[in-house]
């Protein structure tokens, strides 16, 4: 099976501006989740989705939104960049008890 | 989910075994211990879990004390790839199909294989 895949793996945008990030779980699996990573605060639980709905959120701005489509691949969305928001942005998929990580999108805020 | 408690860091020669402790003394009889590793800049890869019997796939063994409130991952004959930073986690095990609960990582411990 191939594995996760994310879109795009870096990303340069400037303050105030907004963006979009893409993950392609493996398939047959459902659940998606996001997290952030920054070398100050670590790896953080951004959200989960399953079969299309928000089950867990973690404790992030409005600002910080996803959305999971029929296909199970999930995309989400930063609106009003701020320059705190640069860091790498992980995708995991989990069918059972073991997440599955992608390689990431690097999103640098200018 | 039960918090974890990690050394920062930890050196190993190339070839030899690699233990790395990790206590959870707050942990709960329904909590699992997972591991996890990061090498620089991917993402982190599951290594193994366990609840309360020792377990062993290709990567790693996982010892968990009887008290079940620390435990050790074990890389047998670690070799350079193996530098990375290693995610001790507990938590629960999903209950409905498919579902999978957050993950809560903490600073973990970076290990250095050393030639």
């Known amino acids: 099976k191939a594995g996760v895949t994310q879109t795009p793996r870096y990303l340069i945008k400037t303050r105030g501006q907004q963006v979009t990030l893409s993950c392609s779980p493996i398939s047959g699996h459902r659940s998606v989740s996001w997290y952030q990573q920054t070398p100050g605060q670590g790896l953080q639980f951004l959200f989960e989705?399953?079969?299309?709905?928000?089950?867990n959120k973690g404790n992030f701005p409005g600002r910080f939104s996803g959305r999971q489509f029929s296909n199970s691949r999930s995309e989400m969305n930063v609106s009003t960049l701020e320059l705190g928001d640069s860091a790498l942005y992980l995708c995991a998929s989990s069918e059972n008890n073991e997440q599955f990580f992608g390689p990431g999108t690097r999103l640098t805020v200018l | 989910d039960a918090k974890t408690t990690q050394p920062p860091s930890m050196d190993c020669a190339e070839g030899r075994a690699a233990n790395l402790p990790c206590n959870h003394s707050?942990?709960?009889?329904?909590?699992?211990v997972y591991w996890y590793r990061q090498i620089h800049s991917q993402g982190p890869q599951y290594i193994i879990h366990?609840?309360?019997n020792n377990e062993t796939n290709e990567m790693a063994s996982l010892i968990i004390t009887e008290d079940r409130k620390s435990s050790t991952l074990i890389l047998p004959h670690a070799t350079l790839r193996d530098t990375a930073v290693y995610y001790c986690?507990?938590?629960?095990?999903?209950?409905?199909?498919?579902?999978?609960?957050?993950?809560?990582f903490g600073s973990g411990t970076q290990l250095t294989v050393l030639p």
């Open positions: 707050t942990i709960s009889g329904n909590e699992y």
């Open positions: 986690i507990v938590r629960e095990n999903t209950i409905s199909s498919g579902s999978a609960r957050q993950l809560t």
């Open positions: 989705y399953f079969s299309e709905t928000q089950r």
């Open positions: 366990g609840l309360k």
